[in-house]
Nanobody, 123 residues
Framework: QVQLVESGGGSVQSGGSLKLSCVAS????????IGWFRQAPGTGAGDRAR????????????YYSDSVKGRFTISTDSAKNTTYLQMNNLKPEDTAIYYC????????????WGQGTQVTVSS
């Protein structure tokens, strides 16, 4: 079965840390670009904002949105077919549902999304 399964969300206080995991099954993450998105409370799927992405697991550079730069780190473990998002110094405005995406070079019809994991940061 082709799927992405996320874990690691939770509730933390401002300044805390969380590490999100996204495990791929049924396909090889190395063949996809990887991204993390978040959907703020009260918004729809079309409003998901890109947080971080990497073109492939062995890419030397990655992208971070200005709001998370210096606090979040994207990484991958090819042996575990898993991508991670380490989130440090969390702020209340980071509260959202976080989704991982495996983006196919063949187009969005072959993309895979995780089910989402809730992150709540209290002040």
């Amino acid at each position: 079965q082709v799927q992405l399964v996320e874990s690691g969300g939770g509730s933390v206080q401002s300044g805390g840390s969380l590490k999100l995991s996204c495990v791929a099954s049924g396909f090889n993450l190395k063949d996809y670009a990887i991204g993390w998105f978040r959907q703020a409370p009260g918004t729809g799927a079309g409003d998901r904002a890109r947080v971080s992405c990497i073109s492939r697991s062995d890419a030397l550079s990655s992208y971070y949105s200005d709001s998370v730069k210096g606090r979040f780190t994207i990484s991958t473990d090819s042996a575990k077919n898993t991508t991670y998002l380490q989130m440090n110094n969390l702020k209340p405005e980071d509260t959202a549902i976080y989704y991982c995406l495996a983006a196919s070079k063949l187009g969005p019809q072959d993309d895979h999304w995780g089910q989402g994991t809730q992150v709540t940061v209290s002040s």
